[in-house]
């Protein structure tokens, strides 16, 4: 949600009006209240606006879509990540294109001869029958 900020719907483009007046970052953030930095980030964000968008994607978001893990399974993996020097979004990722290349599914989950709970059997009211939040 945009923050208002001396008649403009937000600071951003009060920043970018004062710019454009011919205002200096300096005086801006006076008038604005806010720090220097803060200027110059939505100064930025003002100018990849007018490019057409807010940022670039990220390599990762090229072809993907987004996952839920709780937090719990994030600060469990974190340790392994660090072995590898890696972040703990780029571990899991990893990991699932490894579990789904190798196709062991099956071998990593070891559920099918469990019985299926109601939501599995066809009302999908939970991804996760092991009652972890969030993991999908």
């Not at 590898?84 to 559920?111: F, K, P, T």
């Amino acid at each position: 949600m945009s923050k208002p900020c001396m008649g403009y719907p937000s600071r951003w483009q009060c920043a970018e009006a004062l710019a454009l007046e011919g205002h200096p970052p300096g005086v801006i953030a006076q008038r604005m209240g806010i720090k220097l930095t803060n200027v110059h980030s939505l100064l930025d964000y003002a100018k990849r606006k007018a490019e057409g968008s807010a940022r670039a994607p990220r390599p990762a978001e090229a072809n993907a879509r987004t996952v839920v893990v709780s937090k719990d399974v994030l600060e469990a993996l974190r340790p392994h990540a660090a072995r590898r020097g890696i972040s703990v979004n780029e571990l899991a990722r990893r990991i699932l294109a490894v579990v789904a290349d190798d196709g062991i599914v099956d071998g990593v989950l070891d559920d099918q001869d469990a019985p299926r709970p109601a939501a599995a059997a066809g009302n999908a009211q939970s991804p996760v029958a092991d009652g972890r939040k969030g993991v999908a």
